[in-house]
């Protein structure tokens, strides 16, 4: 397990000339002490890291379910296709909707969550940094666990929505829909302890100054997010373990026999589904709020009404859940209210599209590739929110639900909306990640590629579906009207696949160019506003070389410059006399750690042994208790320990046997 | 500016006029429910292409003037407005106010639609795995006196009260032409209300995914003048005529009676307890068959024109059901939901169809067996 180098030359030298040796290794319990290579990205804890995993995994689901996306496309591209049968289809759609809301974009979410949000309030990193690690490897195997279900005898094929009876042993015999109870509680949990760790990151972790006003307003809405996620999470985990009761010990909750009511699954599923959707798009909304800024050179127009719109959306979705039940007999009364509210949450959503647009109004714009997908998303999240609002209508909805044209509104929503959001953040901070930026030409392709292509896939279906070609349905008989748009569909499809094939190109021949190169693209490179830019690119392990004193909202972007009696810009300082100079002297570091992916790793075990074999659940749980107990009783690595740490200030200096201290003041470069 | 919106009208109602005239298209009401619904949602389809035209005019106005702006040569910055209080109040207020112009009428509506007349015709409808069933309980008292599949007839412009029921997962009945769609729950009856304005043959479809077939399992309304409906009434409660002795009818009575019965009912003819059932414990009642236009959950017609106009009875489809259903269509037999594969021989085959073939009465104009 754990290799300590015990250090062989002096021990620390304290300023009070005492010695203390540092703690010994506790054999099986020690920490890991690799700082490069495949082992230092298992072990580590740092939010930078967890971020790049979060990403680099759910880029890869993508791909397996727009692999799952282009399969459901060729099916239906003709009437009467024959790519799929009936029970491959229903699997298919089935794990593309998980996939892609479950393993993809949650985690994208994440994966920008856990990078920047501690570095935009100027911490360290986040909170519980052990249990973020855990977090990533948690949703890691949960995905995996439930991609295993295609070689174990069948994947899902309820929907994504599960819907009981029809998830019930008789009607769903195969072992699918445990895997998706257990993979989706497992995952559940990855986001449920993510949630607490950045709520509490940011309620105390803040640096000194920066009120929650001063903070940018992807942290607000990243804030908001995890707090939607902190309440919604465990509703969906009620769900599920009633689903898993129901279906491997006897339980009664959903049997219509016994007396339940199959709307309770309903209820709890939608209840976490409605603010499932705005966790889906308010780290996006969050994101442009970033770039539409730097890119037109003057800050968020409406910054509080920014912040509130967004706690608002959080709060109202509460308040509109049963929107997706319309038409399942909750009576006129409750239609009629839920009605009201969805059509009210549109306020909020709309100040934040004109705020944006009035960003851009009179501002200096540059259409950087991230730019562009800026404006993408102001574009078609506008078209899928006002489609979002024909369906509030509910009498109107009675005729659309269950179609193609909902499947058209939320694709807008969320591959309009936040899909472009990511890839904007993706070329925006790819410099301060990987210190090196994305090509603009290669970006530019893959967004009028994209733009293009989604456009020919999800425009037709709002013409489809109110032709009546229901949803979820594996093909469709001629005569209907649905062939020629469903043909168009199929066609944007695979320019979506040339558009992400365009990206991959992009990512993999910019990282090539800047090896052979020797690219640093220095500090700033867009000229932004926010404090994770005033740390070089790409970020160093320890983020700031000293904690900042924050002063203003866009704290970086004051200290760059002033204003004029205009109220324009003016340069007050060098870019490079701002940015700190990234030298880690003094700064602590949390230890690396085994324990996160041990205690990931035993959760499917404990799955597959409820699907398959109690002996498994039994293993799993051992490895589960051993890894809680490895996590508490694994010693800090603090070399300070031994003395109180009330003298923490820039001349803290403690680096004399500076080459012993390597373990645990480490130089983390991101290894690629 | 009035007059680009007015423009901009016209491709938004050009995409919604390509998205009627279609056979289950939700723009062509035939029934006072599904109008009601129409009039409200064309407005509202409208009032949102308006917004949609609007912001996509300020959008393209604000890129197209600061991108001019950003490639000027001039170092100008821009002035760092922070926000306008009043411009956030007022598109706070607006969209607000517009948002209670649509909620007043669409409470309005929903209310109008779930009303419940008493004069109503009650029908109960039964989705099961994967196909519609309706009985008819004429005289309410508790029995059905007629049972049918696939199609439901009704005379036009009396309320009909529909009462949804599921006898195993939940679907969900949507003819759209009539009214928006109701889920069949089971363990719980829900009410929809619709009333066809013409005669006329309305197509719809189950529309909550209910498992493998979900996309096979159709529904037709039949919407018959009072004169018509009752002649139809009149003709589904007799029972099945008896074949003669020795025919080929009686032998496939013969067969149904060993093979079928169990599943399917025929009135008058004994149903028979203890074989293989059902999970949802029905199939569908074939007294009538040849009364209806559709058969196999209303993926097949019965009846194919030929060339003179008349409808003439499609042997050859009913013959390929008989012979092997799964392969027609897609369902879970081992697991006792949809149809098996009997392993029928042709003998019993051409039997089975020559008696089904007695179950009149055959609709208008179509050739009866053995003419």
């Not at chain 1, 998980?98 to 979410?109: A, K, Q, R, S, Y």
């Not at chain 1, 309030?121 to 666990?145: E, I, K, Q, T």
């Not at chain 1, 004051?558 to 940015?579: I, L, S, W």
């Not at chain 2, 002795?245 to 203890?274: M, P, R, W, Y």
């Amino acid at each position: 397990m754990a290799i300590i180098e015990a250090p062989d030359s002096a021990p620390l030298a304290l300023p009070s000339g005492g010695t203390v040796a540092p703690h010994q290794a506790l054999g099986v319990f020690s920490r890991p002490g690799q700082s490069k290579g495949w082992r230092s990205w298992i072990t580590s804890v740092d939010h930078k890291r967890v971020g790049v995993l979060y990403g680099a995994s759910a880029i890869l689901f993508f791909l397996i379910g727009g692999m799952e996306a282009l399969l459901i496309r060729l099916q239906l591209v003709h009437a009467n296709g024959t790519v799929l049968n009936a029970a491959q289809y229903n699997q298919v759609f089935t794990m593309h909707g998980i996939t892609m809301i479950f393993l993809v974009v949650m985690p994208l979410g994440a994966a920008f969550m856990n990078y920047l949000m501690p570095l935009q309030v100027g911490a360290r990193d986040v909170a519980f940094p052990r249990l973020n690690a855990f977090s990533f490897w948690c949703f890691l195997f949960g995905g995996l666990f439930l991609n295993s279900s295609w070689f174990l005898g069948g994947a899902p094929d309820g929907g994504w929505f599960a819907y009981a009876p029809n998830t019930n042993p008789i009607f769903s015999p195969s072992h699918g829909m445990d895997f998706y109870a257990i993979g989706l509680l497992i995952t559940g949990i990855a986001s449920t302890v993510g949630a607490i760790n950045l709520v509490v990151t940011v309620i105390n972790l803040r640096a000194p100054g920066m009120s929650l006003m001063k903070m940018p307003v992807f942290t607000w809405m990243g804030f908001v997010t995890q707090l939607l996620i902190v309440f919604a999470m465990p509703v969906i985990t009620v769900a599920l373990f009633l689903l898993l009761f129901d279906r491997n010990f006897g339980a009664n909750f959903f049997n219509v026999k016994a007396g339940a009511d199959p709307l309770l699954w309903q209820h709890l599923f939608w209840l976490f589904g409605h603010p499932e959707v705005y966790i889906l798009i308010l780290p996006s909304f969050g994101i442009i709020s970033e770039t539409i800024p730097v890119f037109s050179r003057k800050p968020i127009f409406g910054y509080p009404f920014m912040v509130f719109s967004g706690i608002a959306i959080g709060f109202m979705g509460w308040g509109v859940w049963a929107h997706h039940m319309f038409a399942s007999g909750v009576g006129p009364l409750s239609v009629a209210a839920f009605s009201v509210t969805t059509m009210f949450i549109a306020v909020p959503t709309g100040v934040k599209i004109l705020n944006w647009v009035a960003t851009m109004y009179g501002g200096k714009l540059t259409f950087t590739t991230s730019m562009k997908f800026s404006v993408g998303l102001v574009g078609m999240f506008t078209i899928g929110g006002l489609s979002g609002v024909t369906h509030a209508v509910s009498p109107s909805d009675l005729q659309q639900t269950d179609t193609y044209y909902i499947v058209a509104h939320f694709h807008y929503v969320i591959f309009g909306g936040a899909l472009l959001g990511f890839f904007a953040g993706m070329y925006f901070w790819w410099p301060k990640v990987f210190g090196y930026k994305l090509s603009e030409k290669l970006g530019s392709w893959h967004f009028w590629l994209i733009l293009i292509g989604m456009n020919l896939t999800f425009g037709p279906m709002h013409i489809v579906g109110l032709q009546g070609q229901p949803r979820r349905t594996y093909t469709y008989n001629k005569g209907y009207g649905f062939d020629f748009w469903n043909m168009i569909e199929t066609i944007g499809a695979f320019i979506i696949a040339l558009a992400v094939l365009v990206f991959l190109v992009n990512v993999f021949s910019s990282r090539a160019k800047a090896k052979r190169e020797h690219i640093t693209v220095g500090n700033d490179p867009w000229d932004a506003r926010s404090l994770e830019w005033m740390v070089p690119n790409p970020t160093p392990a320890h983020n700031f070389d000293e904690v900042p004193v924050v002063a203003h909202l866009d704290e970086f972007w004051h200290r760059k410059y002033g204003e004029d009696e205009n109220g324009r810009p003016v340069r007050v300082k060098a870019t490079d006399d701002v940015v700190q100079a990234g030298d880690p002297t003094g700064v602590h570091l949390p230890s690396p750690s085994y324990w996160p992916i041990v205690i990931a790793a035993s959760l499917p075990l404990i799955g597959y042994g409820i699907i398959f074999n109690l002996g498994f659940a039994a293993l799993g749980g051992f490895v589960l208790f051993l890894g809680i107990y490895g996590l508490g009783l694994e010693p800090s690595m603090d070399p300070d320990a031994a003395h109180p740490h009330d003298d923490h200030d820039d001349t803290h200096d403690d680096a004399p046997a500076a080459a012993d201290d390597e373990e645990s003041h480490e130089e983390v470069t991101a290894s690629e | 500016m009035r007059w680009m919106r007015r423009v901009a009208l016209i491709p938004a109602l050009l995409a919604l006029s390509s998205c009627s005239g279609t056979k289950q298209d939700i723009f062509s009401p035939k029934g006072s429910i599904a109008k009601d619904i129409n009039d409200l949602q064309v407005k509202v389809f409208i009032a949102a292409g308006v917004v949609g035209v609007i912001v996509a005019v300020m959008l393209a106005y604000v890129i197209v003037t600061g991108r001019r702006r950003g490639k000027a040569d001039g170092d100008e910055e821009p002035r760092q407005i922070h926000g306008n209080f009043r411009a956030e109040i007022a598109w706070t207020i607006i969209p607000f106010v517009i948002l209670v112009g649509v909620a007043v009428p669409t409470v309005t509506t929903i209310l109008n639609i779930s009303h419940r007349p008493a004069n109503a015709m009650k029908i109960s409808v039964y989705g099961q795995q994967w196909w519609w069933s309706y009985e008819y309980d004429l005289n309410g008292d508790g029995t059905p006196e007629i049972v049918t599949a696939n199609e439901l007839v009704i005379p036009v412009g009396v309320p009909i009260e529909l009462q949804v029921q599921s006898r195993d997962v939940i679907h969900s009945f949507w003819i759209p032409a009539l009214a928006g769609t109701r889920d069949a729950v089971p363990g719980r009856v829900q009410i929809l209300e619709l009333e066809a304005s013409q005669p006329g043959v309305y197509d719809g479809q189950c529309k909550e995914y209910c498992g493998l077939s979900h996309a096979n399992m159709r529904a037709r309304a039949v919407a018959l003048s009072q004169a018509d409906f009752d002649k139809w009434k009149e003709g589904q409660q007799e029972n099945a005529p008896t074949p003669a002795a020795g025919t080929a009818a009686a032998a496939g009575l013969d067969t149904f009676k060993t093979k079928c019965a169990s599943c399917h009912q025929i009135n008058g003819v004994n149903k028979i307890e203890g074989q293989a059932a059902l999970v949802s414990g029905h199939a569908p009642n074939l007294t009538h068959l040849m009364s209806r236009s559709i058969f196999a959950s209303g993926n097949f017609s019965l009846f194919v024109t030929n060339t003179q106009g008349q409808l003439v009875f499609n042997r050859n489809q009913l013959e390929a059901w008989l012979r092997d259903p799964p392969g027609q269509l897609p369902m879970a037999p081992t697991e006792a939901r949809g149809m098996p594969n009997l392993h029928l021989g042709d003998n019993e085959i051409d039997q089975l169809i020559a008696y089904l073939q007695t179950l009149g009465p055959y609709p208008a104009g179509a050739v009866a067996p053995g003419s």
